[in-house]
């Protein structure tokens, strides 16, 4: 049974770091894009970041652009996102995601196949 889990999510004041980790279970993704997309309430879930298969290119989105970071562990099946001077409006409910391609194909939701359950972030002001 493929299985993703985040971790790391937590409240931090504005200004502060987070780490988060996405371990995949079940199968290796090490041949996949990955990807993490955050949903605040009362809004869409919208793309944050991904990165290819290999780890070698990355895109992120231009709201977290230059403060946030995503890299991957083959070795261990796991994605990460670290996100440095975070502010009230980077407060949502994180999710990572395997791509269904070994590239980054897009920063829809529909190109990705299994999510992870969420972890929250708070960024108090």
């Known amino acids: 049974q493929v299985q993703l889990v985040e971790s790391g999510g937590g409240l931090v004041q504005a200004g502060g770091s987070l780490g988060l980790s996405c371990a995949a279970s079940?199968?290796?993704?090490?041949?996949?894009?990955m990807g993490w997309f955050r949903q605040a309430p009362g809004k869409e879930r919208e793309f944050v970041a991904a990165?290819?298969?290999?780890?070698?290119?990355?895109l992120l989105a231009d709201s977290v652009k230059d403060r946030f970071t995503i890299s991957r562990d083959n070795t261990r099946n796991t994605v990460y996102l670290q996100m440095n001077s975070l502010k009230p409006e980077d407060t949502a409910v994180y999710y990572c995601?395997?791509?269904?391609?070994?590239?980054?194909?897009?920063?829809?939701?529909?190109?990705?196949?299994?999510w992870g359950q969420g972890t929250q972030v708070t960024v108090s002001s």
């Open positions: 995601a395997v791509g269904r391609s070994s590239w980054i194909a897009s920063t829809m939701g529909v190109a990705y196949d299994y």
């Open positions: 079940g199968r290796s993704f090490s041949t996949y894009a």
């Open positions: 990165i290819n298969w290999s780890g070698g290119r990355t």
